[in-house]
């Protein structure tokens, strides 16, 4: 490729097309492609590129604390779960529909993991899609009053097609955070989709928040159109933890047999 039409490519932001050219040329040459047949081959790569890159700027906006996939989640593991009902949330039809989804269970058993990886099918859709802890949201929220951003600060939490709000009921809140939360569910109300994770079932619900009626009118609108996802498992963190504390013992116990055995 020449500096001119170089040039020209990246003034026109063609970045697919650079990157492929010169390898298209000679396919083009070896298999005597016809003009057509080139030119959409270097479209394809374009159009390609920009999913790609699309793709990849709503992952990076959704600000996931990592990357996590169904397909790592172990199923075998949390018996309580139905898989094929994850993998019908996973078609992402409920975002479509301006659905919600609570996954309810005790720490470590894979809620977090669960909604993650929804979120990255949603991404991979080309839903918008944003991950937040409770406490980081309503903390924002509250900081934002003092520089006069809060308006922004709700919209970032509004306008997104999905909402992911992961740890909800480890801490309770206050008048002012309960009120933030009640902002953000009502005017998400049917117009965008919410997942939450939290190990308080609906009846604890109350004691998180501040305000008994704020709690209901809350509850009231995130289960009226909301699928339920009950894990009854052990903390695969606690396994996982035992299972290397065993593995130090042991380690430990053959170090001291051999130690005597040397003696």
């Known amino acids: 490729m020449n500096d001119l039409l170089l040039g020209k490519l990246k003034d026109l932001k063609l970045s697919g097309i650079i990157k492929s050219f010169d390898l298209r040329v000679e396919e083009a040459i070896k298999n005597n492609f016809s003009y057509q047949e080139f030119f959409e081959i270097l479209i394809n790569d374009e159009v390609s590129n920009r999913r790609i890159n699309s793709n990849q700027k709503r992952i990076s906006k959704a600000k996931f604390p990592w990357h996590k996939t169904l397909e790592e989640y172990n199923f075998n593991y949390q ?37 993650i990886a929804i979120g990255l099918k949603a991404v991979a859709l080309g839903y918008r899609v944003l991950f937040t802890t409770a406490n980081e949201m309503l903390e924002e929220l509250y900081i934002s009053r003092a520089d006069n ?55 604890e619900w109350p004691r998180i928040f501040y305000d008994p009626v704020l709690a209901t009118a809350i509850l009231d609108r995130f289960v009226h159109h909301c699928h339920f996802v009950v894990i009854k498992g052990e903390s695969y963190r606690m396994k996982q933890r035992e299972g290397a504390i065993k593995a130090l013992t042991y380690d430990s116990k053959n170090d001291s047999n051999q130690l005597n055995n040397d003696n």
Not at 175 to 188: A, H, L, P
Request: net charge positive; proline share 3%.
């Open 79 to 115: 018996p309580s779960i139905n898989k094929r009902f994850i993998y019908n949330l996973a078609t992402c039809e409920f975002v479509r529909k301006r659905e919600n989804v609570a996954f309810i269970g005790p720490p470590g058993t894979g809620k977090t993991h669960l909604a």
């Open 149 to 203: 951003s809060y308006q922004q600060k709700l919209k970032n939490y509004v306008n997104v097609d999905l909402l992911i709000i992961d740890e909800l009921g480890l801490r309770k809140f206050n008048q002012s955070s309960v009120d933030d939360f009640y902002e953000i569910i009502s005017k998400r109300y049917e117009r965008g989709s919410i997942i939450i994770t939290t190990n308080k079932v609906f009846e």
